[in-house]
């Protein structure tokens, strides 16, 4: 059974960096899913941020394009978040999630227990 | 971006009694192999969101029978026949026809 668990600072001080990993068990990494970050502002709904796939390709959501990056760790079997230039607008819980594309049950299938990142000085 | 639209956005229903959830979309899902690209997911109190309905029709693993959804192109349905305590949450359709993929406000159902 695949799991996915983020970690990382949970409170990151304005115009700062948000950095997050997400350790990958039960799946590899190069087993040909895309790995997303989603997140979900207190109260509020979910917001995909991008993916990558484990060659490194990504995809970003342009709001965040500027500031955004989506690295992979194959040997480590996970992937990382690093966004830059932070405001209170990107405090959420942020979640890994796994997407099996093409896969005989597409969808987001499996996901992170979440973690709360605060903005705050 | 292909926009998601969610109605309503709170219902409360009595248990054992039926549940339907609108969700349409600003451009057609409906993909050239035939198949519309519209999952839902719930959303537990407290908890991580899980896959409910992937491809608009097909139950993902462990879901019961009473979930089903329906549609194409750009309308969709999520119906739960009798709604049951656990069902309590928030309900979101999300269109992977495209990047990036985009999730509707979500559907807050509780129990009367």
């Known amino acids: 059974q695949v799991q996915l668990q983020e970690s990382g600072p949970r409170l990151v001080t304005p115009s700062g960096t948000l950095s997050l990993t997400c350790a990958v068990s039960?799946?590899?990494?190069?087993?040909?899913?895309?790995w997303s970050w989603v997140r979900q502002p207190p109260g509020k709904g979910l917001q995909w941020i991008g993916e990558?796939?484990?060659?490194?390709?990504?995809n970003y959501y342009a709001s965040f394009k500027d500031r955004l990056t989506i690295s992979v760790d194959t040997s480590r079997n996970q992937f990382s978040l690093r966004l830059t230039s932070v405001t209170a607008a990107d405090t959420a819980v942020y979640y890994c999630?796994?997407?099996?594309?093409?896969?005989?049950?597409?969808?987001?299938?499996?996901w992170g227990q979440g973690i709360l990142v605060t903005v705050s000085s | 971006d292909i926009v998601m639209t969610q109605s309503p956005l709170s219902l409360s229903v009595t248990p054992g009694e039926p549940a339907a959830i609108s969700c349409s979309s600003s451009?057609?899902?409906?993909?050239?192999?035939?198949?519309?690209?519209l999952d839902w997911y719930f959303q537990k109190p407290g908890q991580s969101p899980h896959l409910l309905i992937y491809l608009t029709s097909f139950r993902a693993s462990g879901v019961p029978d009473r979930f089903s959804g329906s549609g194409s192109g750009t309308d969709f349905t999520l119906k739960i026949s009798r709604v049951e305590a656990e069902d309590v949450g928030v309900y979101y359709c999300m269109q992977t026809l495209q990047t990036p993929p985009i999730f509707g406000q979500g559907t807050k159902l509780e129990i009367k």
């Open positions: 999630v796994r997407d099996p594309r093409g896969a005989v049950v597409p969808g987001f299938d499996s």
């Open positions: 039960g799946d590899s990494i190069i087993g040909g899913s895309w």
């Open positions: 990558i796939y484990h060659t490194g390709k990504t």
């Open positions: 451009q057609s899902l409906l993909h050239s192999n035939g198949n519309n690209f």
